[in-house]
């Protein structure tokens, strides 16, 4: 069976499908097909255990053709709008799964109650109760990494320890620049610690400003290639320290520890936007808007001790 699962947004909300996609290949023959944005376009057809990925495109009648050639039996849709609803409606897809959310609803004819704002689980949770509407007894045991790629340099007896102060304007917690600056600061000068900062496209201001201050050994990285060359360099690090956006939750999809940074209210919470990592292997932080000096030296003391 043919089984389209959708996710058409940004990065970060993309990763979160992960777990469900691998349950999904590996505990049952469906043939696994994804919809999603241009952003995670190649990185989703890079993925093992993804069959087939159809890009979500402005073109409406294009994007139904494309479906409708999938043969598709169920969708499943972790994000709902009404465009979406309409199109997979059109492409003849019998079983249509989704949250009971907004008016889009209308266009799914199996919907589940999971009112996410309440925040009673992660959000990879909730799409993994969406995958249990469709297969109610599948086994949902989780086989991490979500994400691989080889790394040629992890023999090193170097820590290096990745620092992304931008947030492309997702973010609704973090840091301040000058914050960032102090607590990459404060390892840099320990024996075989290396200390990088990487920048988004949309990053230009916090790269300049870390440009501009910094005062220690360091390696400045602007990202300019593709997300995939972006996860490899994520893999290389041993710790990566972000606020809550698109990078930390790739470095999640790889396993690798997180020193992250998220709001100070429920909805933009680790509660619900924790990554899909080893929960040991995270350090959640929820940033107050006005924080002193006694929480950043909380956050201090603990990436300290992260990298001893």
């Known amino acids: 069976m043919n089984i ?7 990065i970060g909300d993309f990763i ?16 696994v097909i994804v919809l999603v944005s241009k952003i995670n376009y190649d990185l989703a057809r890079s993925i093992d255990y993804i069959d087939d990925v159809i890009l979500y495109s402005d073109n409406f009648i294009e994007l139904i053709k494309n479906i ?40 799914f004819n199996q919907t589940v109650k999971q009112s996410r704002g309440q ?9 993994i109760d969406l995958l249990k509407a469709f297969s109610p007894d599948i086994n949902c045991q989780l086989n991490r990494p979500f994400l691989q790629f080889n790394n040629p340099t992890s023999s090193s007896h170097t ?19 000058v914050d960032y600056l102090k607590l990459a600061k404060s390892i840099a000068e320990i024996q075989d610690i290396k200390v990088v900062f990487t920048f988004g496209p949309d990053d230009s201001e916090s790269k300049a400003y870390i440009e501009s201050h910094i005062d220690f050994p360091s390696e400045l990285i602007e990202s300019k290639s593709s997300l995939i060359d972006f996860c490899k360099l994520i893999a290389s690090f041993n710790l990566f320290v972000s606020t809550s956006t698109g990078p930390m939750h790739l470095a999640g999809a790889l396993n690798i520890k997180t020193l992250s940074f998220f709001g100070d209210n429920l ?3 680790s509660k619900r ?6 929960p040991e292997k995270q350090a959640n932080f929820e940033v107050p808007q006005n924080y002193g000096e006694q929480f950043y030296q909380s956050v201090e003391n603990k990436l300290i001790a992260l990298c001893s």
């Open 4 to 10: 389209l699962v959708t996710r058409h947004d940004k």
């Open 16 to 31: 979160t499908i992960l777990p469900m996609l691998k349950i999904l290949k590996t505990y049952t023959n469906h043939r």
């Open 68 to 107: 409708r050639q999938q043969k598709i039996a169920t969708s499943i849709s972790c994000f709902i709008d009404t465009r979406l609803g309409i199109i997979l409606f059109l492409s003849g897809i019998k079983k249509r799964i989704s949250p009971a959310t907004k008016l889009a609803q209308l266009f």
């Open 119 to 127: 925040v009673k689980k992660t959000e990879w949770q909730y799409n």
């Open 159 to 177: 820590k290096t320890i990745g620092f992304h102060p931008g947030f492309g304007g997702s973010s609704a917690g973090n840091l301040k620049l």
């Open 267 to 269: 909805f933009a919470s």
């Open 273 to 278: 936007w924790a990554t899909i990592s080893d």
